[in-house]
Structures are given as structure tokens and as C-alpha cells.
């Protein structure tokens, strides 16, 4: 029943003032109401269309023919890539330098976004689009859908707003947008703050952002190699985190807090407990009675810095009852310029000054 991607919804609200969009050549419906200027698009606009490049947007298909011919984006997305592998990349773009784009891009979501305001303010937002490219038609690029993030996020929040465009949902690609957006988080960029999608999520974004850290929890915990009969034998929490670098080294045991896990994952705590309830693979590994119960987490019985015991069997049914892929979606090796992995650049290191600069 639950979508995995963000932001799936089955009925369109019936005040929108755009019934359809043409995008490109895909025909759709809309579910919400946007805000685009009533001036150029009517209160009861049957179809607009939308530039799948630049988003530029018009209810009159000759206009919309001819700037498809002129589009200045025609050949590559704005802004920089960040990432590329299997086909499927992601730009990141300044709404400061790409206004006019941001806006049009953000007029275009609000039509499959159940959101009260739509972020006008694109200059204080980073946008990062999801891009295809078919390997046998290099020259053609599709747009598929999008994360924005605030370039000033107090509560170190990854991520603002997502939308996978309707015609291209339940492909799994909200969680590759997910998964790139913990990636470039300041918490893995400069040992920032650990963060998460802004609050409060909407329930389809909770849903999918349940599914998405669950399978981020099982990957880490199924993946990490390690002796943990040591660790059991010992009967305590062996790794103490002295940086929050420290336990990207993968752990070796399989007691661990909920602590741990959120270090190790660049998660937070309240997230991942949420994440944990649903794998039904750990319990406290203290007696109930002695357990101190104190922060968020308490209420799921699971104290932030409580040893668990993992069951990686029970893990492992959870992630084949989930048709859950071992392999993260989203590579390492595919990320580029300041956030490709560090033994990947080797001398000719990339300066991240080069990389963001000036694309038009
Ligand atoms: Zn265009």
C-alpha cells in the first residue's frame, strides 16, 4: 500500500487551477493547486504546458513549440553535477544564480505538493535536480524530479522539499534523491550537525522516509563485517564515540546503541528509533526493569545510549520480505567534484572552488 516514493497521491483536490501539464511529450494529471500568475494562467487552465528543461511554462502550444526549439537548456541542465551513475544523475543548482529556474521548477512542483507555502525565497535554496540520460540518445535528458535544501539550516535539516514528477514515481527514485541528500549533508561534508528532512513531514513523506531509513539501517547493520561473538561475550557496549567520524569504521559487534547507529548512518536518534520499531530485529539488551528511560527514544523503550541487541537473521527476512537490494542505490563512486570519495581523486585532486563555477 505505502508508495515508495514521495509525495504519491491517488485523488487530485478539486480547486486546482491547472487541471493537466504537458511535459515534454508526457500528458498528466495534476493534484494541487499552484500559484502561477493569473495573468498568464487561468483560473481554469485544462492544460499548460511546461518546458521538461526549463520549466518555462504556457497554456498556448504554439509559444510553448517554439521556445522548445530555443530553450536555452536544451542539451544539459543548469548548475553543476554532483553525481552520475548508471544513467541517473544529479545537478545542483543555486536558486540565487538560477532564479528565474528555481521559480518555474518550484511553480511546476507546487502542482504535486500538498505544501501551505511555496518557497518563493528560491535565493536562500540550494536545488538539486534528478536527471536521466539514456546511454543510446546521450544528447536527450530527462528532468525526473528534485530536492531543494535550505543554504542555512539552523536545525541542519538535509533536505526541504522532494517531488519525483508523477509519471516517473514508483521507481525507487525517491530514495536515491534521499540517499544523495545524506551524502552532501554537512554532517558528512564537515563533520556538521547530524540532521534530516525538514519537520514536519507530511504522512506520504513520513512513510517513505520510514522505508527509506529502515533500509539505510539494515544495509549498515547487514553489511558491517565484524566478530560479534566478541562483543556478545563481552556483554557491553564495546565502541564509546569519541568523534562523530569515528564510527564510520564499520562496527564489529552486534550490540550497539541507538547512538551508534544514528552516528554511523548520519541519522538522527528520533529517526532512526523510528526506523528500528519498524525492523522488529533489536531489543534492549538490558532487563526492562533496570532500563532508564530518558530522551525522545524512551517512548519506544529504546534509550539513546542503551546497548541493543541486533539480530542480523531477523534483519536479513525483513530485507528479503521488503525485496530490499544489498547494494545502496546510490554509490559512492558516483559522486563527483568536492564529494567524490577521497581515494577516487588521488593526486589530481579537484578543488571545490573549480567545481561550482559558473555555468551560466
Ligand atoms: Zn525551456
Not at 525565497?121 to 528532468?143: A, K
Request: glycine share 6%; with cysteine.
Amino acid at each position: 500500500m505505502a508508495p515508495s516514493d514521495p509525495v504519491s497521491r491517488t485523488e487530485p483536490s478539486t480547486d486546482r487551477n491547472v487541471k493537466h501539464v504537458v511535459l515534454g511529450d508526457l500528458l498528466f494529471p495534476t493534484w494541487y493547486q499552484s500559484i502561477y500568475p493569473e495573468d498568464l494562467v487561468n483560473k481554469d487552465t485544462d492544460r499548460l504546458y511546461v518546458c521538461r528543461w526549463c520549466f518555462r511554462y504556457s497554456c498556448d502550444v504554439h509559444a510553448y513549440a517554439q521556445h522548445t526549439q530555443l530553450c536555452q537548456h536544451r542539451t544539459t541542465p543548469p548548475g553543476t553535477k554532483v553525481y552520475d551513475h548508471g544513467g541517473y544523475s544529479v545537478w545542483e543548482l543555486d536558486g540565487e544564480c538560477h532564479k528565474l529556474y528555481a521559480q518555474n521548477l518550484s511553480l511546476f512542483a507546487k502542482l504535486f505538493l500538498d505544501h501551505k507555502s511555496v518557497f518563493f525565497d528560491v535565493v536562500s535554496f540550494l536545488y538539486y535536480l534528478l536527471v536521466f540520460t539514456d546511454p543510446n540518445d546521450p544528447e536527450n535528458y530527462y528532468v525526473l524530479g528534485f530536492f531543494s535544501k535550505e543554504k542555512l539550516s539552523w536545525d541542519a535539516n538535509n533536505l526541504a522539499c522532494i517531488l519525483v514528477f508523477p509519471p516517473y514515481q514508483h521507481k525507487q527514485l525517491g530514495k536515491l534523491l534521499m540517499g544523495v541528500s545524506y551524502k552532501i549533508s554537512s554532517w558528512e561534508s564537515d563533520s556538521g550537525l547530524i540532521g534530516g528532512p525538514e519537520r514536519p513531514l507530511s504522512e506520504m513523506g513520513h512513510r517513505s522516509y520510514t522505508r527509506f531509513w529502515q533500509e539505510r539501517i539494515a544495509r549498515y547493520l547487514l553489511l558491517q563485517t565484524g566478530k560479534p561473538k566478541e562483543a556478545e561475550a563481552s556483554g557491553s557496549v564495546p565502541l564509546k564515540q569519541k568523534s562523530p567520524k569515528a564510527p564510520k569504521r564499520k562496527h564489529t559487534h552486534e550490540l550497539m546503541t541507538v547512538q551508534d547507529i544514528g552516528l554511523a548512518t548520519g541519522m538522527l536518534t528520533e529517526d532512526v528509533v523510528t526506523a528500528l520499531q519498524g525492523l522488529g530485529a533489536v531489543e534492549p539488551a538490558t532487563p526492562a526493569k533496570k532500563r532508564r528511560t530518558k530522551d525522545s527514544s524512551a517512548e519506544a523503550g529504546l534509550g539513546a545510549d542503551e546497548p541493543l541487541l541486533v539480530r542480523k537473521s531477523k534483519i536479513l527476512e525483513w530485507a528479503k520480505s521488503h525485496h530490499m537490494a544489498l547494494q545502496d542505490p546510490v554509490r559512492d563512486e558516483g559522486f563527483l567534484g568536492k564529494w567524490a570519495p577521497v581515494d577516487s581523486t588521488e593526486e589530481s585532486e579537484v578543488d571545490s572552488d573549480d567545481v561550482d563555477e559558473d555555468d551560466g
